[in-house]
């Protein structure tokens, strides 16, 4: 198991070894097969689910499951499922939705309302939806009842991921009930709705899905492979928690200045609890809380939303 300093980056993640070299020939086929470079992640980590793979298709060597993957082209879905860690929950971390709620999205919503438009929001790597259905909940809280509906209506937390699965599960927005246990009795009656399923599932109100829309999307591609709802936009806020941990530093940075790129002057950048803004950053962004890695991006400009 890795410790949260090496998972953090502050410790240099050791130098290939020989056994490495089967598991980079299982990550470019995956990468030649998906067009997805899992090479410049963690490799302990990729490593160790990599095994959980083989040892699950009962694979009992790299050139045994390279031969699986030459056969079953599914067995990539497979791959893909199990390198990638989709654990999220509903306003997950207390400290920093509260900051949201109580902070971030009343000074953005104040700053759309000023600007007569619609409020734009990203969660990169958004996994199964919860984390984009939470901030849609948020901005819904937050608008009140008199205001404009054309600016909610031009309102949109934007989800992205690499996980297609995932990304089913985010679109159909409908989670059982042990996924709604730390959410409020409240909020629970507010926003979702029985699905009167056989599998007792509890499904977002239309009013919420409105707000959101999901893509297909790889943080490590070229910015070219951007899908339309990215291309050229700036956002208001970008969340991108708990993914960059799973990656060595240098790709930290190139992803991190990725999304610096589609955060508007002004805007507010939150990244998970155990991952930090590099230094090399600091000098544009303004820490709001450190323990929450809620940063806002310096501005002598207001935002400027023009493509
Ligand atoms: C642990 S989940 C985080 C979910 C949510 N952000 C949260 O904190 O609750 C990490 C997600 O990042 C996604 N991910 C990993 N690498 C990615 C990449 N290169 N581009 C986009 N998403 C990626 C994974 O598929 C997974 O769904």
């Known amino acids: 198991m890795e410790s949260m300093a090496e998972m953090q980056g502050a410790t240099p993640p050791a130098s290939p070894t020989q056994d490495d070299a089967g598991l980079m020939r299982v990550l470019e086929a995956l990468r030649a097969a998906r ?41 990539f879905d497979d791959l893909i499922d199990y390198l990638t860690l989709k654990v999220s929950a509903f306003f997950r971390d ?50 009140s009842q008199d205001a404009d509906p054309s600016l909610t209506a031009a309102s949109l937390v934007l989800g992205t991921d690499i996980d297609e699965r995932a990304l089913a599960t985010a679109r159909l927005g409908a989670y059982p009930q042990a996924r709604l246990q730390d959410v409020s009795r409240e909020i629970v009656e507010r926003w979702f709705e029985s699905d009167d399923s056989a599998e007792g599932l509890w499904r977002m109100r239309q009013q919420v899905r409105a707000l959101t829309s ?12 951007e899908p339309a709802d990215l291309c050229g936009r700036l956002f208001d806020l970008v969340v ?62 207001g935002l400027d939303h023009a493509t």
């Open 35 to 75: 067009g997805l470079d899992f090479r410049q992640y963690r490799l302990t980590t990729i490593r160790r689910r990599l095994e959980r793979r083989m040892a699950a298709v009962r694979a009992s060597d790299i050139e045994e499951y390279l031969r699986l993957l030459s056969t079953r082209p599914a067995e």
């Open 94 to 143: 207390d400290r920093t939705f509260d900051l949201l709620a109580r902070t971030v999205m009343p000074d953005l919503w104040a700053l759309a309302l000023r600007q007569r438009r619609g409020l734009l929001s990203w969660s990169a790597g958004c996994a199964t939806g919860e984390e984009v259905y939470s901030l849609a909940m948020l901005l819904l809280s937050q608008v």
């Open 214 to 225: 999901f893509r297909s999307h790889d943080l490590v591609a070229e910015p070219e492979a």
């Open 240 to 301: 991108c928690r708990n993914v960059l941990i799973y990656m060595q530093r240098p790709l930290q940075l190139v992803v991190l200045s990725r999304l610096d790129k589609r955060l508007a002057p002004g805007g507010y950048m939150v990244l998970g609890e155990a991952e930090t803004l590099p230094e090399s950053f600091r000098s544009s962004y303004d820490a709001i809380d450190r323990r929450a890695r809620i940063f806002r991006k310096r501005t002598a400009v």
